[in-house]
């Protein structure tokens, strides 16, 4: 889409699609004591910037957004259920040595620590991993919930979360990637990660749509 400055019959085309749309685009003429063919490059003008659509049949009518409102709601939109990816978890009871090897199996740099049923308990980092391998020759023998962020201080979303709600998360707790959970009576079962990286990519295909 284009940001641009409107010239005066082509705001006057907007005012009148603005108050009567849709309405074609003989009848924008006439009002405007034109032939058809005059407005057709306002009207495709209009139309490529945003300001109108047009439907076969029916006519022109108000868009009601600027490019860059279009861009906002396009963002706003994206949801964390639309764009995570599978969650990389582990037992609680499992020893240091072996949630190492795990991430770095998955290529991970989170892993979320689950309870024997299957819910939250904790999170992983590698910071975590590291700090705690640091001198330290019996990793193979410390469970991963002594060493772990538990709640309440993991930081999590929903499916249903926007992207921008995630990032924001992302930010300031100065993290890599967040857990996606279901809420249940129970317990927060695990359905997902959102990532830096997904959020990323999200952001680029919507540059793409809209030829940034």
Do not use: W
């Not at 949630?99 to 975590?128: E, P």
């Not at 201080?153 to 249903?160: G, V």
């Not at 959970?181 to 959102?194: H, S």
């Amino acid at each position: 889409m284009i940001h641009m400055e409107l010239n005066k019959r082509q705001t006057e085309i907007l005012e009148i699609v603005k108050l009567d749309g849709p309405i074609t685009g003989e009848q924008i003429a006439e009002r405007l004591n034109l032939a058809r063919a005059t407005i057709r490059p306002d009207l495709a003008i209009l139309t490529m910037a945003g300001y109108l659509d047009a439907r076969p049949r029916v006519g022109y009518f108000y868009s009601g957004k600027k490019p860059a409102q279009s861009i906002a709601d396009g963002m706003i939109g994206m949801k964390v259920g639309d764009f995570q990816s599978i969650p990389v978890v582990v037992h609680e009871n499992v020893t240091v040595y072996d949630a190492i090897c795990q991430m770095f199996l998955d290529d991970v740099g989170t892993l979320f620590v689950v309870d024997q049923n299957s819910f939250l308990t904790g999170v992983l980092s590698r910071k975590d991993l590291l700090r705690t391998s640091l001198g330290n020759s019996e990793l193979d023998k410390i469970p991963v919930h002594v060493i772990m962020t538990r709640m309440p201080n993991i930081t999590y979303c929903k499916k249903q979360d926007s992207l921008i709600q995630a990032a924001k998360k992302m930010i300031d707790q100065q993290i890599d990637s967040l857990p996606v959970i279901y809420v249940r009576a129970e317990g927060l079962e695990v359905v997902g990660r959102i990532t830096k990286t997904n959020i990323t990519r999200a952001f680029l295909s919507l540059a793409e749509e809209h030829e940034l």
